[in-house]
């Protein structure tokens, strides 16, 4: 019945949906500002009412949003709450109103480890776990059932900085991705590196997303990629507005199973090489060097020009910053991404020709001179594309089916 926004101002803002599509000017109910710092990650705590949000400063947050119906007569101010939220907005005072009943610290990161990156939530039979990667390269799982960490993961430095994490669908496996390009995967049972590949644009992984099966998926114990069924499948958001997902059960190089790629400007009909995940051979000794020494100067020496290289593609390039979608096998099945170049674009599994732009395809302007003195006057209508860089997407099904999009310059909408 609500979604949560986190941002750079250090709050956390929920939101109620129920007569979302009615009001002109929608309002926040609660705001949560206890962590001090600049938020850059919230999630839902599955099966409650609770957030977990994660700041810069290497705090974790988890934080209950209580569902009251407040019958009483709220003035029209706000009231500020004990522990710091406010309680306010549409329908306070007039029942249905959501407040803050109470806020907990559950993880403090150590001081080294630099600000929490990423954070999620997963339950199981036994145990409710968050999980949260650093700046150091360490993701870290922490049970809200009792007092230690089940596992601990450390990506190797050789492989880059994290920029992306990713639970497997079903909770026994992590995924990670580096600013070099490296995409890493955790059997969290042993805790074990488990195989270790390198896509080829050899640039930042900006987002990881994972599904269990693919649109024509049959055979659900089929042991290969080649046979189908259930497995790891992994959407990779890398490269210059680039969207691909492979299943990681193959051996060697793998390709995508399905690629969804921006034509850039001055397409001339000529498709550009399909990307692949390199596999990288993990060494037998588990305290050994990932990569060749060879390779690691390699790296070192690209990332020592990266100031360059990386300011001359922004010129010219974007990238996928946003994946949501569904699998179905009924023939229903989609993608939604948004990115740096501020369009959000449906994708469609089998059909090419239903893929189509949500946002952001505006023509471009007619100068001055040639402009219709009728089109500078009049009313004109609100714009609906955004205007920085899509950060992220999310969809509801209750009460309505709507798409949320947030971007860079704090602005959500919400299609319908």
Not at 64 to 93: D, Q, W, Y
Not at 151 to 161: I, K, M, N, S, V
Not at 229 to 241: Q, R
Request: hydrophobic share 40%; net charge positive; aromatic share 6%.
């Amino acid at each position: 019945v609500f979604f949560a926004t986190a941002s750079s101002d250090g709050t956390c803002k929920v939101w109620e949906l129920r007569g979302l599509e009615q009001s002109i000017r929608p309002r926040s109910h609660v705001t949560y500002a206890q962590q001090g710092a600049p938020l850059l990650d919230a999630c839902i705590v599955e099966g409650s009412h609770s957030i977990a949000t994660a700041a810069s400063n290497g705090s974790v947050h988890v934080w209950r949003v209580e569902l009251a119906s407040t019958s009483s007569n709220i003035g029209s101010a706000a009231p500020h709450l004990a522990n710091g939220g406010t309680m306010g907005g549409p329908g306070v005072g007039g029942g249905g109103g959501l407040r803050v009943a109470g806020s907990s610290l559950v993880k403090q990161v150590a001081a080294g480890e630099g600000p929490v990156l990423s954070v999620h939530h997963f339950n199981t039979d036994l145990a409710s776990v968050v999980v949260y990667s650093t700046q150091r390269g360490r993701i870290h799982a922490w049970d809200l059932r009792c007092s230690r960490e089940p596992w601990r993961l450390a990506a190797p430095p050789e492989l880059g900085a994290l920029t992306a994490v990713a639970l497997g669908p079903d909770r026994h496996w992590v995924c990670a991705g580096t600013a070099r390009g490296y995409l890493a995967m955790w059997d969290v049972r042993l805790p074990l590196l488990a195989r270790l590949w390198r896509h080829s644009a050899r640039g930042p992984i900006h987002r990881l997303s994972t599904c269990a099966r693919l649109p024509g998926d049959t055979n659900a114990a089929a042991p290969t990629p080649e046979a189908g069924g259930a497995g790891p499948h992994v959407f990779i958001a890398a490269g210059d507005d680039e969207t691909a997902v492979w299943d990681l059960r193959g051996a060697g190089t793998l390709r995508p199973r399905y690629c969804f790629r921006v034509a850039p400007a001055g397409f001339d009909g000529q498709q550009a090489p399909v990307p692949s995940l390199d596999s990288i051979a993990l060494p037998a000794h588990p305290r050994a060097p990932l990569l060749p020494m060879h390779a690691a100067f390699a790296d070192a020496r690209l990332g020592g020009n990266a100031g360059a290289v990386s300011a001359e593609r922004l010129r010219g390039t974007s990238s996928i910053r946003a994946i949501v979608g569904r699998i179905s096998q009924h023939g229903n099945s989609y993608l939604i991404t948004g990115g740096s170049d501020r369009h959000i674009r449906y994708w469609d599994f089998q059909v090419p020709s239903r893929c189509y732009t949500v946002s952001g395809g505006s023509p471009s302007p007619l100068p001055a001179s040639m402009m219709p003195s009728v089109a500078e006057c009049g009313v004109t209508a609100a714009p609906t594309a955004h205007e920085d860089a899509i950060l992220d997407l999310k969809c509801t099904d209750m009460p309505l089916k709507l798409l949320l999009s947030s971007s860079r310059d704090g602005v959500v909408n919400v299609w319908r």
